[in-house]
């Protein structure tokens, strides 16, 4: 008898310690934002872009338009310019390129004035798209839009599978200081309505949904 008593005690213990999911109420791993309440911006991803293969590139030669011109930056990574012919563009900023012309064409003209505007960007598709992997319907790669949600990109993914153990769901995110890894309680958000760790993605975002162990 006092076994059971014993055993009663004990899964009472643990059904105290769990959530709505059946999760223990250990407080989650939250970015900082999430945790304050507080609007969330757009986080920026890189410090300063530099271009890729397929960006549009409109160049522009202070006072000399028959300088000036619309150019894709080609597969082997170069632009044409006038005067100057070919110049590296790929893995450089802007204002790297506009420097680089600036000293080609300062031969031909006199303290050349060269600004460079970005009218499309292909190289950044990449670096900003949020990944859904492991325990889902199917794996997925999307374009990143201002305002989703962990929710949002887990539906996009057709929603978890049988086995997933959606209450450890990670979300990996890039930092200034390395990659950080916060907890995510799926199941309570999709079964329960709790969104307390239904966190606001930013660009780049990676969330692995984990298999149950059996």
């Not at 009218?119 to 990944?131: D, E, M, N, P």
């Not at 492991?134 to 996009?156: C, F, R």
Request: contains cysteine.
């Amino acid at each position: 008898m006092k076994t059971h008593q014993i055993l009663f005690i004990f899964l009472l213990f643990i059904s105290l310690l769990s959530g709505p999911g059946g999760c223990a109420l250990q407080k989650p791993n939250l970015p900082p934002q999430h945790i304050a309440g507080t609007s969330v911006s757009p986080k920026v991803l890189i410090d300063s872009y530099k271009m890729a293969v397929g960006d549009q590139l409109m160049i522009n030669v202070w006072k000399n338009p028959s300088l000036s011109l619309s150019e894709p930056i080609r597969p082997d990574g170069k632009i044409s310019v006038p005067l100057v012919g070919d110049v590296m563009a790929a893995g450089l900023t802007p204002e790297e390129l506009a420097a680089v012309i600036e000293k080609k064409l300062s031969t031909y003209v006199k303290s050349p004035n060269v600004t460079i505007i970005l009218t499309s960007l292909q190289g950044h598709a990449f670096l900003s798209r949020i990944r859904v992997t492991g325990s889902v319907t199917k794996n997925i790669s999307l374009p990143y839009h201002q305002g989703m949600t962990v929710l949002d990109a887990v539906l996009e993914a057709g929603s978890v599978d049988l086995y997933a153990d959606s209450n450890n769901t990670k979300l990996h995110r890039r930092t200034k200081t390395g990659t950080e890894t916060y907890d995510i309680r799926l199941k309570n958000i999709m079964l329960h309505g709790d969104m307390s760790t239904n966190v606001t993605l930013m660009p780049g975002d990676i969330i692995t949904v984990p298999e149950r162990g059996f």
